[in-house]
C-alpha cells in the first residue's frame, strides 16, 4: 500500500461482527491473567509460578499462561522458552538469560521480578522511555510486550515481534524507529493506529490491529510437511476429532525447552535412544515445534496413502495426558476431501516426516470441501526452498549456495533466477524447459561459470587479442559480462535481473571482481565508480541479483576473502535423503545415502558428504539394480576414494564389508548382488 487512504479503504471492507466477538475473546483472556496474576502478586510472586517447566507447580504458571493459552491477546507462540528470561529444563536445570547468567537462580529471579514491577510502576507514571534502561527484560522483549498490553491495554497495541511491528509500522507510512526495543515499537505503531485508523474507522485499537492482520498481515510463506500420525497412522482418529497433529517422542518432553537441534539431539541420544538419524530427526521436530497459522500438513499412511490435508490454525502445545497418544501437538484445521491411495509408493513417507512435491501438493489443493464448498488453504506458488532464496538474496543483493557435491545447488539457483523473474511453471515438469527458455532470452537471467583462467578481463573489462586488418593481431578493449549483465538488468528495471555464478570457488575472487567488490553492497549501488581501464563511469544497478554456488568439497567458505564473505549472504544446502522417495529390489535409497553420510560426517566432516543427485537419474530416484551399480562404481567409488587418497583405514570405514582388505579397493559385484550387499552393509538405522 502506498498510503493510508488506500489501506483504510480496504479496512473499511472488514466483519465488524467478526472483530467484535475476537475483542470480546481478548477481553476474557486478559480477565483470565488479572486474576489468576494481579499485579498486586508481582513484588512477591514465586519463581515456581512464573517459570515455564516447572513440574513442581500445579496449575499454570504465568509464561505457559501467556504462550500458550492467551492468543486472542497476540501470540508469542514459536521458537525455544529462552524467551521466557528463565525456565527449567526438562533436566532440572534452570536456564538463565545471558544477562542473568553466573547469579543463583532465586537471585537471578529476583533480579527479573524486580525489572517487571519497576517497569508496571514506569508505565502507570507515564514514563515510557525508561523502559530500555531495564536490561534483564531486554532477552524476553515479546514477552514482556506482551505483558504490558495485557496489564495496561490504553497504552500498548496487541503486536509484539519486531518483525510483525516493522512491517505494520512501514505499512502506515512511518520508518520503524532504528534500534528500538518492542515496546518502544510497540508504542510507535499504537501511536499511528490511534491517530490514522481508530477515529476513521470508527473501531477500537484492537479491532484495528485485527483487521489488519486480517488483510496485511506480514508476507510469510508457508511451509509444507508430510507427517505420519503414528505408526500404521495410529494416531489418526485423534488427530482428526480433536484438530491437531500430533508426534510423539513424549521421552523428551515439551520441545519449547529446546534451544537448538544439538541439545534436542542429546535429548533423543540420552532418553530414547543414541541413533545416527537422531541429527536430522531433531531438526524435524524443532520444525514441527515452530508450525506457524498458515503451514500445511500432509498426513499419511505408509508410502501409498494421503489422509488428509491440513492448515496449521495455532502454535506448538504439549499435552501430557494419555501416555498410548503423542504429547507433542500443532492445532489443524482438516480436510479430508483429497484423501486417496496414490499410483506410486514414495518411499521417503516411511519415516514420521517427510517432504511433499510442489506437483502433489498442487493436486492436492484443489478439491473443495463438501461441506463449506470453500478450498481450505491458500495457494503457494513456488516450492519452499525457491521461497527461502528469494528472500535471502534480498537482503544483500547477492548470496553464495554452498554444500557437498551433488545437492542440487546450481539447479536450485537457476530455479530461483526464474522464480526472480515471474516466471516459475505451475508444474515442476516444466520447469527444466522454463530454464532454457529464460536463459535463451537472456532478458531476465545469465548463467556463468568461474574457472583458475577467469579474471577481471573476462568478467568487468580488459584489453584481448582480436585479428586485425593486417592479418596479425591487435589488443582492443572489450566489455565483461558482468558489464553487460549490468546492463541487462537496467534495461528490465526495477523488475530483477538474475545473474548465476556456477562454480564461483574456482575463480580468484578479488581478482575478478576488482573494485567493484566495494559496489556491490546494496548502500553503494546507487553511487559511480570510474573503471581503471576504460575510464567509463558505472554503477551497479539495484535490481541485479548475483546467485553463486560454491562445492565445499573443493573450498570452504571460510577460506573466501574476508571482502566476498562480507558482501555476500550464504546458503548451506545439504544432502536430502527424503528427495529418494524409491527404492531398488528393497533396497531404501534415503536409508542408504543416511548411512554412509552419517560414516562420512564421523569420519571426513560434513562438507564431504554425498549429495543426493549422485542417485536421481532425470530427477527421480534410480530404480534399476543396473542403473545403481553405474552411480556406485562409477561416481561415488571414484569420489570416496578421492576424499580417502593414501588413507586406506578411512575407507574401510566408510565402505566395510564392501571393500576387499586384501587388496584395499571395492570388491566387484553384479548389479543384483551389488543390491544385496548394500542392504547388508548400510542396515536401516531405525525408524524415526
Known amino acids: 500500500m502506498d498510503n493510508i487512504d488506500a489501506v483504510l ?90 544477562s542473568l547468567q553466573g547469579l543463583d537462580v532465586e537471585l537471578a529471579w529476583q533480579w527479573l521480578r524486580n525489572d517487571f514491577v519497576t517497569a508496571f510502576e514506569r508505565i502507570e507514571s507515564g514514563d515510557f522511555d525508561s523502559l530500555d534502561g531495564l536490561k534483564y527484560l531486554q532477552a524476553g522483549q515479546s514477552l514482556s510486550t506482551k505483558t ?44 499511528l493506529i490511534d491517530e490514522s485508523l481508530v477515529p476513521r474507522l470508527d473501531v477500537s485499537r484492537f479491532e484495528a490491529v485485527e483487521a489488519l492482520y486480517a488483510h496485511f498481515a506480514p508476507p510469510r510463506d508457508p511451509h509444507v510437511l508430510k ?52 541429527v536430522s530427526l531433531a531438526k524435524k521436530l524443532l520444525q514441527f515445534r515452530d508450525l506457524q497459522p498458515g503451514d500445511l500438513i500432509v498426513a499419511n499412511r505408509g508410502t501409498h496413502e494421503v489422509l488428509g490435508l491440513g492448515t496449521v490454525t495455532g502454535g506448538y502445545r504439549f499435552d501430557q495426558v494419555d501416555p498410548e497418544l503423542p504429547w507433542n501437538l500443532v492445532e ?17 513417507w516411511q519415516q514420521t516426516f517427510g517432504k511433499v512435491s ?12 463438501a461441506e463449506t464448498g470453500a478450498i481450505p488453504v491458500a495457494e503457494a506458488e513456488l516450492p519452499v526452498e525457491v521461497q527461502r532464496l528469494k528472500q535471502v538474496v534480498d ?65 568487468i573489462e580488459g584489453f584481448k587479442p582480436v585479428p586485425s586488418d593486417e592479418g596479425g593481431l591487435k589488443l582492443e578493449l572489450r566489455r565483461g ?36 567488490i566495494t559496489m ?48 555476500f549472504s550464504f546458503v548451506r544446502l545439504d544432502p536430502d535423503p527424503e528427495v529418494l522417495t524409491g527404492s531398488v529390489d528393497g533396497l531404501d535409497l534415503a536409508v542408504l545415502l543416511r548411512e554412509l553420510n552419517a560414516r562420512i560426517r564421523a569420519h571426513l566432516g560434513a562438507d564431504l558428504e554425498i549429495g543426493h543427485a549422485y542417485l536421481l537419474r532425470d530427477d527421480r530416484p534410480i530404480d534399476t539394480a543396473a542403473h545403481l551399480a553405474l552411480a556406485f562404481f562409477n561416481e561415488l567409488v571414484p569420489l570416496l576414494e578421492d576424499y580417502t587418497f593414501d588413507r586406506p583405514e578411512i575407507l574401510e570405514r566408510l565402505l566395510g564389508s564392501m571393500l576387499d582388505p586384501q587388496i584395499g579397493s571395492v570388491k566387484t559385484f553384479e548389479p543384483s548382488d551389488l543390491v544385496g550387499a548394500l542392504a547388508s552393509e548400510f542396515a536401516r538405522d531405525g525408524d524415526e
Open 9 to 98: 479503504e480496504t479496512l473499511a471492507q472488514s466483519n465488524r461482527g467478526v472483530l467484535q466477538r475476537k475483542s470480546e475473546r481478548a477481553e476474557l483472556a486478559r480477565k483470565a491473567i488479572w486474576e489468576q496474576f494481579p499485579r498486586s502478586d508481582w513484588p512477591s510472586m514465586s519463581l515456581d509460578r512464573y517459570a515455564q517447566g516447572n513440574a513442581l507447580t500445579s496449575g499454570t504458571t504465568f509464561c505457559t499462561l501467556m504462550e500458550f493459552h492467551t492468543d486472542a491477546l497476540g501470540s508469542i507462540k514459536g521458537g525455544s522458552a529462552a524467551k521466557h528470561m528463565i525456565y527449567r529444563h526438562h533436566t532440572g536445570e534452570w536456564r538463565l538469560a545471558a
Open 148 to 191: 504490558f498490553a495485557a496489564y495496561f491495554p490504553e497504552h500498548f497495541a496487541h503486536v509484539y515481534g519486531k518483525d510483525h511491528l516493522h512491517h505494520f509500522i512501514r505499512l502506515l507510512g512511518s520508518e520503524p524507529i532504528r534500534g528500538a526495543a518492542s515496546w518502544s515499537l510497540n508504542r510507535q505503531l499504537k501511536s
Open 227 to 278: 507427517i505420519a500420525p503414528g505408526k500404521g497412522a495410529e494416531w489418526w482418529e485423534f488427530c482428526l476429532e480433536g484438530s491437531v497433529i500430533g508426534v510423539g517422542w513424549n521421552q523428551v518432553g515439551d520441545l519449547t525447552q529446546y534451544a537448538s537441534a544439538d541439545e534436542l539431539r542429546t535429548a533423543l541420544d540420552t532418553e530414547v535412544e543414541p541413533k545416527r538419524s537422531n
Open 332 to 348: 489443524v484445521e482438516w480436510d479430508i476431501n483429497c484423501k486417496r491411495r496414490l499410483d506410486q509408493p514414495l518411499h521417503g
Open 358 to 369: 510442489p506437483d502433489l501438493l498442487h493436486q492436492l489443493r484443489p478439491v473443495k470441501s
Open 395 to 459: 537482503l544483500k543483493g547477492q548470496l553464495i549456495l554452498h554444500g557437498p557435491p551433488g545437492t542440487g545447488k546450481t539447479r536450485l539457483a537457476l530455479r530461483a533466477a526464474l522464480a526472480l523473474a515471474g516466471r516459475y511453471p505451475d508444474s515442476e515438469a516444466e520447469v527444466p524447459t522454463a530454464i532454457q527458455n529464460l536463459l535463451d532470452d537472456g532478458t531476465r537471467a545469465m548463467l556463468t561459470t568461474f574457472h583458475p583462467s577467469y579474471g577481471y578481463e573476462d568478467f
Open 481 to 516: 559480462l558482468f558489464l553487460d549483465a549490468c546492463d541487462a538488468a537496467r534495461a528490465v528495471h526495477p523488475d530483477p535481473y538474475t545473474l548465476v555464478i556456477d562454480e564461483v570457488n574456482r575463480g580468484d575472487l578479488p581478482r575478478v571482481f576488482g573494485e567493484l
Open 520 to 567: 556491490l553492497e546494496k548502500d553503494k549501488r546507487p553511487l559511480s565508480m570510474r573503471l581503471p581501464v576504460s575510464g567509463q563511469t558505472f554503477n551497479i544497478p539495484d535490481n541485479l541479483r548475483i546467485i553463486a554456488t560454491l562445492n565445499s568439497a573443493d573450498h570452504s567458505i571460510t577460506s573466501l576473502d574476508n571482502a566476498i564473505r562480507r558482501r
